[in-house]
């Protein structure tokens, strides 16, 4: 199957995050509340190994003295997985606002009992804690509601979190290291402004691994110049991982420490400006370009008057100008912010000692006192580093949902590179969108599919490998693996494959399959670009399009009836044409006649809607008919003790039945007839969700399958249960 999923308790919200994917070893690890796991990522729901790893009981009752959260606050969140070495990670948890951390055998057997263990070789590792716990204070945030990020470069730890049980000192801070800890200057809002972490990467600047530098994305409240009112920024900060600090001033402090301000908005007509500074989420995406190393970033905008989300992509070369650029300057806390005129002192503030350009610097304690001063003083740059085109490649106002978390894969197609995004949102799904560049100034993006990960549970991370084409996806209740691409979702017809413009997917004559760039295949069809099937399926019997099955389908009158049509193509748009007697025509939608995702809900039958309703899809300008199904009115509901199916002449016969006590306008049935020969002894009833009818708010859709009959059994969800022969309804 295209999902697999697993969780430790159905019941309860553990809060899982994806910490650590170690590709060369196929393991990922996770961690959740009291628990670390080392799944495989072929299948992560294949026996995960799993440490159970609690907040003693004594921190958990100072936690719950102290008034925090018993449930979401006083365990040990797992928060930092890292590799310390080959055979062993460093981990570290919430711990009751206890921060706490320890070593870990990544072995791939589960932990076993001493006897066992005595007659099993010793050869094999076992996944197990390996050491005594340590402080996790400066590597891990107290509360577990607020983000910890974290990095191991050469066996030392560098995190972004709260070094405080009060949560009012953040820090981007160096620990487990042989030279002298580091950190940012205290309560220096110049420095850092209420931060949230989102994530961590290091990366190269230049050939000289001396200069690579550590890069911390977050959001900051800022102050305005009067100290008032709370701006909310998306800023990208950076440090030397080598950097020790300063000698005289700054001493135990980063002496490199620069940051820059990522603008993500957007320019409507009048001339105003959006944007959307609530950052999100990141993901880096290395391309073929020789400085073509690109962030992707997924931010919101909390505004009263705008809401939604957005994705803006950043080229790393562009982040380097900024960063090589002006210092930002000003007189004092009432004067506006200027570009730094004075003379700049040698080495410029933020280079790394032994770097291509400080051969001669071994340590940042050998900083002139004039650099030092400098970068306690202007640690920001003027320029705001702005997206790719000035403009974001996707937005999304007027949602209902926001975007959380992002991971994208580049993909060979036969008509060129694209990217694929795949969005996890704060309702569960994950989208999985292509852009597809135009000649215009807008890039167009497509949904390609939608995927209902989590019933309403935020997605948390998203982790992504193009190696086994599969993505992670992880949310308060669990962790799910899903394949990149579904090709058979899309129908076994070429038309059906080249409209759904999925770079993965291409027709190969028979079916919609997985495309691989280096087949030689002629008869491999596919189109991202355009999606045009006319060009692309020539000769594939497209009349086949035009025709549909009729269906007959019986409604009540004054009763609610419900057509169902459904492209595979969320880029089709869909009509409805009504035939009466020779007359065709559009269906009028109203509050009564309401087309949804999911086909046309009519609320109140009257009996001038019956006839032949025709639903068209159409999609580039491709056109076909989805259902023809012929709506016949009843003008009352026979009174009967219960649903009767009486089988004989190979008709299966149903009459629609009034449960006692329940009015006819509270339970009523559709019907599809076709000719069957069957037992009615094994009628089978399994649920769907139909979220556009739930929201509708009247519904509750169940669909039962009998070898081609497919009755909709629906009704208002005040009445409870009741039941008939091998039939529940509930």
């Not at 948890?93 to 010793?122: D, F, I, T, W």
């Not at 994208?408 to 694929?420: I, L, M, P």
Request: charged share 20%.
């Amino acid at each position: 199957s295209s999902f697999e999923h697993y969780t430790l308790s159905e019941k309860k919200a553990m809060d899982y995050r994806i910490l650590f994917m170690d590709e060369d070893q196929d393991r990922m690890y996770v961690g959740c509340k009291d628990h670390v796991l080392s799944m495989d990522i072929n299948n992560i729901s294949q026996t995960p190994l799993k440490i159970f790893w609690p907040a003693s009981t004594s921190k958990i009752e100072e936690c719950q003295m102290a008034g925090k959260d018993p449930t979401h606050g006083c365990g040990n969140f797992l928060r930092v997985i890292q590799p310390y070495n080959r055979t062993h990670l460093f981990i570290c948890g919430s711990g009751a606002y206890s921060p706490v951390c320890a070593y870990v055998n990544r072995g791939r057997r589960p932990e076993v009992s001493l006897h066992s263990l005595m007659k099993s070789s010793q050869t094999e590792q076992v996944f197990q804690i390996s050491s005594r716990a340590e402080s996790g204070k400066g590597r891990c945030s107290f509360n577990p509601q607020v983000n910890t990020i974290s990095v191991m470069l050469n066996q030392e730890l560098f995190s972004g979190m709260y070094i405080d049980f009060m949560g009012t000192d953040a820090a981007i801070f160096r620990s487990l290291t042989t030279r002298n800890a580091v950190r940012t200057d205290q309560h220096n809002s110049k420095w850092l402004s209420e931060p949230v972490f989102i994530d961590a990467h290091l990366i190269p600047d230049g050939s000289d691994p001396n200069d690579a530098k550590l890069y911390f994305f977050l959001r900051e409240r800022l102050t305005d110049s009067s100290g008032n009112t709370k701006n909310i920024h998306a800023m990208v900060a950076r440090v030397c991982p080598n950097d020790t600090g300063g000698q005289r001033s700054l001493v135990n402090k980063w002496t490199t420490f620069l940051k820059a301000r990522l603008v993500c908005s957007v320019l409507e007509e009048d001339g105003t400006e959006t944007h959307f500074d609530e950052l999100e989420n990141v993901f880096l995406l290395e391309t073929d370009h020789p400085k073509g190393l690109l962030i992707f970033g997924v931010f919101t905008s909390t505004s009263s008057v705008f809401r939604g989300s957005a994705v803006c992509v950043y080229n790393m070369a562009d982040i380097l100008t900024v960063f090589n650029g002006p210092f930002a300057h000003r007189e004092g806390p009432n004067f506006q912010w200027v570009a730094f005129q004075g003379r700049i002192p040698y080495p410029r503030p933020g280079t790394c000692p032994g770097g291509a350009f400080t051969p001669h610097i071994q340590s940042t304690k050998e900083f002139p006192d004039d650099v030092v001063t400098f970068v306690r003083n202007h640690p920001v740059m003027f320029n705001p580093i702005y997206p790719v085109g000035r403009k974001p490649l996707v937005v999304r106002t007027h949602a209902d949902y926001k975007y959380t978390s992002i991971a994208v894969d580049q993909v060979t197609a036969a008509d060129g590179h694209y990217q694929v995004l795949f969005l996890g949102t704060d309702k569960g799904t994950v989208q999985k969108v292509v852009v597809l560049p135009s000649n215009g100034s807008l890039d167009e993006d497509l949904i390609l599919e939608e995927l209902e990960v989590f019933k309403q549970s935020p997605i948390t991370n998203l982790r992504i490998s193009s190696k086994k084409q599969q993505l992670y996806v992880s949310s308060e209740h669990g962790v799910s693996q899903v394949s990149l691409h579904r090709c058979m979702a899309y129908g076994s017809a070429c038309a059906d494959c080249c409209l759904a413009r999925d770079p993965y997917c291409a027709w190969d004559g028979l079916s919609c399959s997985r495309f691989y760039p280096t087949g030689k295949r002629r008869s491999r069809r596919q189109d991202i670009m355009h999606g045009n099937p006319l060009t692309q399926c020539r000769g594939f019997n497209l009349k086949a399009y035009r025709n549909a099955v009729e269906m007959t389908q019986y409604g009540v009158k004054n009763n609610t009836t419900f057509l169902e049509c459904q492209p595979k193509s969320p880029q089709a748009s869909v009509k409805w044409l009504i035939q009466r007697d020779n007359d065709r025509r559009k269906v009028k939608l109203s509050d009564r006649v309401v087309s949804t995702n999911h086909g046309l809900l009519i609320r109140s039958v009257h009996s001038s809607d019956q006839g032949v309703y025709y639903c068209l899809a159409t999609e580039n300008g491709f056109k076909r008919t989805l259902a023809k199904i012929r709506l016949q009115i009843l003008s009352i509901i026979p009174a009967a003790p219960q649903i009767k199916a009486a089988v004989g002449d190979d008709q299966l016969r149903f009459i629609i039945h009034k449960a006692g006590g329940i009015q006819s306008s509270q339970a009523y049935f559709h019907i599809k007839q076709t000719p069957v020969s069957h037992s009615t002894s094994s009628l089978s009833f399994y649920r769907t969700s139909h979220s556009d009818l739930a929201a509708i708010g009247e519904w509750k859709v169940n669909r039962v399958d009998l070898q081609g009959i497919t009755e909709i059994c629906s009704r208002i969800s005040s009445v409870s249960v009741y039941q008939s022969g091998d039939c529940s309804y509930a």
